[in-house]
């Protein structure tokens, strides 16, 4: 008899014979994400409050804006190196490591009220590790399922519940605003490095021995970018990623500003619906075009913008919550059609050049565009949130036009796609 497993409704089903193998590659797949993203979220939600109490919020934008500064170096080149040199397992292991060593390094210079700029630059390093690690763990979570579309959404769920777990912790322990946060994260970084020697090695192409500089770096992926579809799927979550970069270092400075206490605390509002969205999506992928899951989710953007421009404390926290449900729609549909539609050979080039493209000049615009933003509508002890994020639902808004004209698979359901990219 054949052994059923139950994903939010949907059942998969494998021969009795593989069942203690896949329930074991489930559980390392889910213990993957869930560890990595718990470790992301102690140091990433509250890295904004950190900063605003030791006394640096003028270099804040900066904070940020390193993790896209990262994103043009890092996620190319260990992506190249994933799918030509090193087994992805190993090289995460490495980059977690390192993670650890220098989110140790920054809370140890916030403690001791280190310069601004050497703080900085450690933040900056710290990036240069962080910035692949998510993609490279996504790549090799993706290549071990058999069906994407129906299997990653639950397994992805894991992450969101890690980063909920995270922030959670972060808020009830009194964090907030402690360069404490880090200490605690670099622990579970550790953590991370060690579950590694419990993923297989997949195996990867023999490199070649002549290869030229732009292929080790990773930047022949550009020419996945010929495919329109593929190319609009890019230019849309780049877009998006512009006025979403303002959302995680501004949302918790204006539930404090609000009255807020335990500010990451609350911020975890976000995952109520990115795990809703996780387990909804298996369903969408199934029924809808793959069109209006992404319109869906920049139509949710919008919403979450104009909820927070209402300025209210009820609002705010629905602009909070709704924020996961885009998120999920947009990005991690990017992530399954890359998976679906990209040769195998190129699919950590695929996801790392997503990263570089959202993480590093949508971030890195955003960042900085936003900390402009910011000042531009802040005087003296107040700041008008409501022209802040107004303006930001208007991009929003914009992008989800491009998207509608632009974009052309109009005739199949994402279950119905066959063909690969020849590149």
């Known amino acids: 008899?054949?052994?059923?497993?139950?994903?939010?409704?949907?059942?998969?089903?494998?021969?009795?014979?593989?069942?203690?193998?896949?329930?074991?590659?489930?559980?390392?797949?889910?213990?993957?994400?869930?560890?990595?993203?718990?470790?992301?979220?102690?140091?990433f939600v509250p890295l904004g409050t950190i900063l605003d109490a030791h006394g640096l919020r003028t270099i804040k934008p900066l904070a940020f804006a390193a993790?896209?500064?990262?994103?043009?170096?890092?996620?190319?080149?260990?992506?190249?190196?994933?799918?030509?040199?090193?087994?992805?397992?190993?090289?995460?292991?490495?980059?977690?490591?390192?993670?650890?060593?220098?989110?140790?390094?920054?809370?140890?210079?916030?403690?001791?009220h280190a310069n601004a700029w050497l703080i900085l630059a450690l933040i900056q390093v710290f990036y240069l590790a962080y910035a692949p690690m998510f993609t490279i763990s996504t790549a090799l979570v993706l290549a071990r399922l058999k069906d994407a579309k129906k299997e990653f959404g639950p397994i992805r769920a894991l992450a969101t519940i890690g980063w909920m777990s995270g922030a959670l912790l972060i808020g009830t322990l009194g964090l907030d605003r402690s360069e404490y946060a880090g200490y605690l994260g670099a622990g579970v970084w550790l953590a991370v490095a060690a579950f590694t020697y419990f993923l297989p090695a997949l195996e990867i192409p023999k490199s070649a021995e002549h290869?030229?500089?732009?292929?080790?770096?990773?930047?022949?992926?550009?020419?996945?970018?010929?495919?329109?579809?593929?190319?609009?799927?890019?230019?849309?979550?780049?877009?998006?990623?512009?006025?979403?970069?303002?959302?995680?270092?501004?949302?918790?400075?204006?539930?404090?500003?609000?009255?807020?206490?335990?500010?990451?605390?609350w911020m975890s509002l976000a995952q109520t619906t990115e795990i809703i969205g996780m387990f909804g999506l298996v369903w969408l992928l199934a029924h809808w075009q793959l069109k209006w899951i992404f319109a869906c989710g920049l139509g949710i953007g919008v919403a979450r913008f104009a909820f927070s421009a209402v300025n209210t404390k009820s609002s705010l926290l629905v602009g909070v919550t709704l924020h996961g449900a885009s998120f999920v729609l947009v990005f991690i549909t990017a992530q399954i059609f890359l998976e679906q539609n990209i040769a195998s050979a190129w699919r950590n080039r695929a996801q790392a050049l997503l990263t570089l493209l959202n993480g590093g000049v949508g971030n890195?615009?955003?960042?900085?565009?936003?900390?402009?933003?910011?000042a531009a509508c802040t005087t003296p002890g107040r700041?008008?949130?409501?022209?802040?994020?107004?303006?930001?639902?208007?991009?929003?808004?914009?992008?989800?036009?491009?998207?509608?004209?632009?974009?052309?698979?109009?005739?199949?359901?994402?279950?119905?796609?066959?063909?690969?990219?020849?590149?």
């Open 211 to 265: 290869l030229k500089w732009h292929e080790r770096l990773g930047l022949d992926a550009l020419s996945l970018l010929k495919d329109r579809d593929v190319r609009v799927v890019f230019i849309v979550t780049t877009l998006f990623n512009i006025p979403l970069a303002a959302f995680y270092p501004y949302a918790p400075t204006h539930l404090h500003d609000l009255g807020f206490l335990h500010t990451s605390a």
């Open 383 to 423: 700041t008008d949130w409501r022209l802040f994020w107004g303006v930001l639902a208007g991009i929003v808004a914009m992008v989800l036009i491009y998207f509608l004209i632009a974009y052309r698979d109009l005739g199949f359901k994402p279950s119905q796609r066959t063909s690969v990219l020849r590149v």
């Open 67 to 112: 993790s896209a500064v990262a994103a043009f170096i890092s996620p190319l080149m260990f992506g190249a190196l994933a799918d030509r040199h090193v087994p992805p397992a190993k090289l995460l292991r490495g980059l977690a490591l390192a993670t650890a060593v220098f989110i140790t390094l920054i809370s140890k210079a916030l403690k001791a």
């Open 1 to 43: 008899m054949p052994v059923c497993f139950d994903f939010s409704g949907l059942q998969v089903c494998f021969p009795p014979v593989l069942r203690t193998l896949r329930q074991a590659e489930y559980a390392e797949l889910m213990i993957l994400f869930f560890i990595q993203s718990l470790a992301m979220a102690m140091w």
């Open 364 to 374: 890195l615009i955003g960042y900085l565009g936003g900390g402009w933003w910011f």
